[in-house]
C-alpha cells in the first residue's frame, strides 16, 4: 500500500530546532518525527512512501535515503516553491494517480491509529473520494466539575466528545485530486469542496494515541509519552 507524508514544514514555532532540518526531523524521543511515522506505516503494510519534500530537502533525502533501513521503499517528490498542503500532495499526482487508493498523512503528527479502517471505508463506500480520520477534540486545559458554586473535581486535559477534528491522516482515490490546488492549503480548498459535493467521509476513533507537534511544549510531551508507551511495550 501507498502513503504520502507532507515533510517539507518550516515548523518556524519550534525553531531554532528546525532552523537546519524540515519539521518532521525534528528529534522525539530517540527518534526524528519522521522515523517515527514511517515504523507506524510499515506496521500497518504501507511499504511504499512518498515524501513530498521542500525545506531543507537534502537533510530529508540523505536521513531517510531510499528506505531500506527501514524496511520500505521511499520515493521522493520536490516542491521547488512552498505550494501549500494541498499542493504539495497535487505535485505527487503522477504518483499518486497511478493506484487506486492511497493514504496521505501529515508530516506532523504522532498517532497508533489504524489507517486500514480509512483504507477499507473508502473502498467500500459508494460515491466517496476521500476519508478523514477524526477523533475527539483534546482540550488543552484542565477542566472543572462545578455543582452550583462548589468545585467538585478536576479532569486534566480532556477528551471532549463531542467535537471531532481532523487527525492528518486522510484516504483517497486518484479522482480526489481533481479538487486539489496548484497551491494552497487542502484544508481550505479541497476538503471543504469535497465536503459540499457529498464525497468526503470520516472515521472516528477514539481510545488512540494522537499527538500533533507544533510547539515546544507538544514537542516535550510527546517525547516523555512516547518514551513512556516504549519502556512499558
Do not use: C
Not at 57 to 70: D, L
Not at 111 to 118: R, S
Request: negative net charge.
Amino acid at each position: 500500500m501507498l502513503a504520502a507524508i507532507l515533510a517539507g514544514g518550516y515548523g518556524k514555532r519550534l525553531r531554532p530546532f528546525t532552523n537546519d532540518v524540515p519539521k518532521p526531523m525534528v528529534q522525539v524521543g530517540d527518534k526524528t518525527l519522521i522515523e517515527w511515522q514511517i515504523e507506524w506505516l510499515r506496521r500497518h503494510g504501507f511499504n511504499e512512501l512518498v515524501l513530498l519534500v521542500g525545506y531543507k530537502k537534502e537533510k530529508m533525502i540523505e536521513h531517510v535515503g531510499s528506505g531500506s533501513k527501514y524496511g520500505v521503499r521511499v520515493t521522493y517528490v520536490i516542491e521547488d516553491e512552498p505550494l501549500g498542503t494541498g499542493g504539495a500532495v497535487k505535485n505527487a499526482e503522477h504518483i499518486l494517480s497511478k493506484t487506486d487508493v492511497f493514504l496521505v498523512v501529515n508530516g506532523d503528527i504522532l498517532t497508533d491509529l489504524d489507517p486500514k479502517l480509512l483504507i477499507e471505508k473508502l473502498e467500500s463506500a459508494n460515491g466517496l473520494l476521500g476519508v478523514i480520520a477524526s477523533i475527539p477534540l483534546p482540550s488543552p486545559y484542565g477542566v472543572l466539575e462545578i455543582n452550583g458554586d462548589m468545585v467538585t473535581g478536576f479532569v486534566e486535559k480532556p477528551l471532549l466528545k463531542d467535537y471531532w477534528i481532523n487527525a492528518g491522516v486522510y484516504a483517497l482515490k486518484p479522482e480526489a485530486l481533481k479538487y486539489f490546488p496548484e497551491k494552497g492549503d487542502l484544508e481550505k480548498t479541497a476538503f471543504p469542496a469535497m465536503a459540499r459535493d457529498g464525497v468526503l467521509g470520516t472515521v472516528k476513533y477514539t481510545d488512540v494515541f494522537w499527538k500533533a507537534i507544533d510547539t515546544f511544549k507538544e514537542l516535550e510531551e510527546a517525547s516523555k509519552t512516547l518514551m513512556e508507551r516504549y519502556r512499558s511495550g
